[in-house]
């Protein structure tokens, strides 16, 4: 299994990126996937996470701003990330559950200006 991200990016606060994760060597529909993030000095904390039957839950930090979806057909799973603030800055990693084992991408850098 291997997951690329991307869209990560430099934005001013109150706009939006997009976070793209495909994934190979499984199916995205098949498994539990997430999004974690970690910012300097903290600990890796858990952003999102979509099951395999689509339900969703958010930290508390971006609901109402973050929405996690996953496309079948491409393979993909998104975070579409709207009204960031400073505070969003971070390494985001996606991550996905299969027969027990997690695996993470290797990070894209969100930067959020004030």
């Known amino acids: 299994v291997q997951l690329q991200a991307s869209g990560g990016g430099l934005v001013q606060a109150g706009g939006s990126l997009r976070l793209s994760c495909a994934a190979s060597?499984?199916?995205?529909?098949?498994?539990?996937m997430g999004w974690y993030r970690q910012a300097p000095g903290k600990e890796r904390e858990l952003v999102t996470v979509?099951?395999?039957?689509?339900?969703?839950n958010y930290a508390d930090a971006v609901k109402g701003r973050f929405t996690i979806s996953r496309d079948n057909a491409k393979n993909t799973l998104y975070l579409q990330m709207n009204s960031l603030k400073p505070e969003d800055t971070a390494v985001y990693y996606c991550?996905?559950?299969?027969?027990?084992?997690?695996?993470w991408g290797q990070g894209t850098q969100v930067t959020v200006s004030s």
């Open positions: 991550t996905l559950v299969a027969a027990g084992r997690r695996y």
């Open positions: 060597g499984t199916i995205v529909n098949s498994n539990a």
């Open positions: 979509i099951t395999i039957g689509g339900a969703t």
